[in-house]
């Protein structure tokens, strides 16, 4: 089981990025997918997740109105589109097999996203 999150850089406020989480090892009908985030200093923290086999979405509120999560079950990715993005949204972003932290068995790699004037 492989995850591999991209996309990450650096942005403007108001800006825009999409992240990718590369899938491998397991079919994502099977499992529910999460992306989260890591700022500097501050506790791990869920953004988002999709339940693939109802394709159910849930956002934090702080996110909420601005990013979508979305998957492609062909290319086996998972994305995060993030829209309007705000300083307080850099951190380093990972996917990963669940909703929940401490449930999540398989992490990917993070990606840096900041969002700096």
């Known amino acids: 089981v492989q995850l591999q999150a991209s996309g990450g850089g650096k942005v403007r406020p108001g800006g825009s990025l999409r992240l990718s989480c590369a899938t491998s090892?397991?079919?994502?009908?099977?499992?529910?997918i999460g992306w989260f985030r890591q700022a500097p200093g501050k506790e791990r923290e869920r953004v988002s997740c999709?339940?693939?086999?109802?394709?159910?979405?849930h956002y934090e509120d702080s996110v909420k109105g601005r990013f979508i999560i979305s998957r492609d079950n062909a290319k086996k990715t998972v994305y995060l589109q993030m829209n309007s993005l705000k300083a307080e949204d850099t951190a380093v972003y990972y996917c990963?097999?669940?909703?929940?932290?401490?449930?999540?068995?398989?992490w990917g790699r993070g990606t840096l996203v900041t969002v700096s004037s």
């Open positions: 990963a097999t669940d909703c929940d932290i401490p449930t999540a068995r398989y």
């Open positions: 090892g397991f079919s994502l009908d099977y499992y529910a």
């Open positions: 999709i339940v693939s086999e109802h394709g159910i979405t």
